[in-house]
């Protein structure tokens, strides 16, 4: 029995032994390597591991394939470690990343419920800091996300159990010589080395990042003091994650070592890495250079033909470039490259048209990406510079709400702009098609939240103003997991551009325009509030801005709703396909706020700021009531010198008239 009993010991032992990993190892290239991968992950024949394949809003993950054990006993506290990685990102789009890369510890390798994008395919909207995550990790970052209050769209990050990092630099080093620091670009396609260095004793953690053909630095990019013990788990895996946004990307990793204990990761061997695969740049084709030479050396018959076939096909792509379009760099995009994503701006790749244009949908060529393009008409000779520095500038704003604007063309009298591409359309949609589509109300409430959010991002956290000017149902759109985003933001501002200064012209939609825009021509952050309110009425009543009833006659949603409010029924103006399914003190706090920012005097409206903080319940309502509005409509008339008689607006006459 005693030896029996021995013997299930020692096979208990080996097998313990099996399932935790050595406290070392070094892969220098993975050709073959026996890494747990999932998702996008994929070792090539060449033996490099890329964590993402360019597939668009897709995360890939690759662990060493056993735990290691992370804490020493008897004191139980984790101990130091050293790592160090080389790895290259490769953009379809020089200058353009997304989203990002991570070494992390977590106590899991499962990732199944993260999210890709901006999350890196380590967290959700959801867990994203929740200390039950036990997730440490170093994020390679190349994009500013503000909802994470990242630095800059190229920076390095200590992270834990978050996106939000406790402590990020721009990526660079400190050169030994003279201690400046030197800037380095995470997504220019070369191979860069990283070190993470975590020092037990001190609790100190260290990240510093080089170039791959130089020594390690000896002072390091980012430290930051923090005690894993409190995050990392005993049993813990190693590995990376990555993930995709809308830009094709990819994500290599081409050396790995990893040490336990004091003793510094071992070096890796320069000699064994494998070779990169080729970047997709940007499409730039020389066919036409190409065809020429060799139709002019086959025969001066051929030649002609194909000279005369070539010029029509110039003339048909030809574009408006001037010299000072080059500092936009990758912002522009080819004609060429549009009309075929778009093929030839057929009618069946028609999304939808509206004040500022037709919309296409369209696969770029080469990167395969999705986009929708605008095409606008633009005959300005004034002011077309400062046009197109407001179109990039627009292009640099980034929140998880609103449209990304990729680039534009120019071309003869129009003007084309490039946008991420947003599956299930637009709102307005989903309010008012009679084919039995419908959202339920967390969704609904879900959509309002978002562009409240993107909205105070335009108002307030971005680096200058943006007014968005036309804020309606049709101009949100939902992406695929039917968040709202805020489209066509500052084109109204763009769209006014060029035109007699000594006219004003009221850039809008009927029911949306505040009091003051229609006396003045000015749109300010609250002539947005005042069309959000709308829109909030909009989306909780399934009811158009504008009403009309069986006599023909039109009425203001506004008014409807005030009225029932001061009935007492303001639960009657919900949308009649939300019955039963709807909760009517979050709709009925929606709509009152929807008149509240409907005030007809601008100083009565909240900021989006309060107006984020009441959809979220940070902060009651204000009180106000009907009569409180009727007052304001009458003492704006009478006070502010509006004469019913010369107004033109009918949604402005109606109101004045309800009132």
Same mark, same amino acid.
């Given at each position: 029995?005693?030896?029996? &009993? ?43 591991? =890329? ?48 989203? $990002? ?236 490259? /549009? ?14 048209? $509206? ?47 609103? !449209?990304? &604007? ?8 129009? /003007? ?38 993107? /909205? ?30 805020? $489209?066509?933001?500052? /084109? ?14 009221? !850039? ?37 801005? +504008? ?10 949603? +506004? ?20 019955? $039963? ?41 204000? =009180? ?11 003492? &704006? ?23």
């Amino acid at each position: 029995m005693c030896l029996v &009993l021995c013997q299930l010991l020692f096979l208990g032992l080996n097998l313990a032994s099996l399932a935790i990993a050595d406290d070392q190892f070094i892969y220098s290239g993975f050709a073959q390597a026996n890494l747990s991968l999932d998702g996008t992950a994929t070792i090539t024949p060449g033996g490099v591991l =890329e964590l993402t394949n360019g597939t668009f809003n897709l995360k890939g993950h690759a662990f060493h394939p056993t735990p290691l054990h992370f804490r020493q006993y008897p004191s139980g506290k984790v101990q130091s470690f050293s790592v160090t990685f080389i790895f290259s990102i490769i953009s379809a789009f020089p200058d353009k990343g997304a989203d $990002g890369m991570a070494f992390l510890v977590s106590t899991n390798k499962s990732f199944s419920s993260a999210l890709p994008a901006q999350y890196l395919g380590l967290v959700n909207n959801h867990n994203n800091g929740n200390t039950s995550n036990h997730i440490f990790a170093v994020e390679l970052d190349t994009i500013q996300n503000s909802e994470f209050q990242d630095i800059s769209d190229n920076h390095a990050g200590i992270n834990i159990n978050s996106l939000h990092s406790v402590q990020s630099r721009d990526a660079g080093f400190y050169d030994e010589k003279n201690g400046m620091f030197n800037n380095m670009t995470l997504i220019s396609g070369e191979m860069m080395q990283v070190w993470v260095e975590y020092d037990a004793g001190a609790t100190w953690i260290d990240v510093t990042l080089a170039p791959v053909k130089m020594a390690k630095p000896a002072r390091p990019l980012v430290s930051a003091i923090y005690n894993l013990s409190t995050v990392l788990t005993d049993i813990a895996y190693i590995g990376f994650s990555s993930a995709t946004g809308v830009i094709n990307s990819k994500y290599c990793v081409l050396g790995w070592s990893f040490s336990m204990g004091n003793i510094a990761a071992s070096g890796i061997d320069m000699t064994k890495l494998p070779k990169l695969p080729h970047a997709r740049l940007r499409p730039h084709s020389k066919v036409l250079k190409i065809v020429m030479a060799a139709a002019i050396a086959a025969s001066v018959v051929v030649s002609g033909a194909l000279v005369l076939l070539l010029a029509r096909r110039k003339l048909a792509y030809a574009e408006l470039r001037e010299d000072w379009e080059t500092e936009f760099g990758q912002h522009r995009f080819s004609y060429k490259d /549009l009309f075929l994503a778009t093929e030839g701006f057929e009618f069946k790749n028609l999304l939808g048209a $509206g004040g500022f244009g037709m919309v296409h949908k369209g696969i770029l060529p080469t990167s395969k990406l999705e986009v929708a393009v605008k095409r606008l008409s633009h005959e300005s000779r004034q002011g077309t510079k400062e046009f197109i520095t407001e179109i990039v500038s627009i292009g640099r704003l980034r929140h998880r709400n609103l !449209v990304q &604007l990729l680039g534009y063309c120019r071309r003869k009298g129009e /003007l084309l702009l490039v946008y991420d591409y947003m599956p299930n359309g637009s709102l307005d949609k989903y309010l008012y098609s009679e084919d039995e589509l419908s959202l339920d109300w967390t969704t609904r409430f879900n959509i309002i939240k978002g562009v409240a959010c993107g /909205l105070f991002y335009l108002h307030e956290e971005c680096e200058r103003v943006v007014v968005h000017r036309d804020i309606k149902a049709s101009n949100v759109l939902l992406d695929r997991a039917l968040n709202g985003r805020l $489209g066509d933001f500052g /084109l109204a501002k763009l769209y006014d551009r060029g035109t007699d200064p000594r006219t004003t012209r009221v !850039v809008g939609t009927m029911g949306y325009i505040a009091p003051e825009l229609v006396r003045t021509g000015k749109a300010s952050p609250l002539t947005d509030v005042f069309a959000f309110g709308t829109f909030l009425l909009e989306v909780t009543c399934g009811q158009r801005p +504008v009403k009309q009833n069986a006599n023909g006659d039109r009425f203001m949603l +506004v008014d409807w709703v005030l009225e029932h409010w001061k009935k007492g029924s303001m639960v009657e103006t919900i949308d009649k396909r939300l019955q $039963g399914s709807c909760n009517t003190d979050e709709a009925c706090l929606v709509l009152k706020l929807g008149l509240l920012c409907s005030q007809p005097f601008a100083s009565a409206r909240p900021s989006m700021n309060h107006v984020v903080l009441y959809l979220n319940g940070d902060m009651p309502l204000p =009180e106000f009531t009907p009569t409180d509005m009727s007052l304001n409509m009458l003492a &704006l008339m009478e006070n502010r010198g509006f004469d019913p008689r010369g107004v033109s607006y009918p949604q402005l006459m109606t109101c004045i008239g309800t009132m």
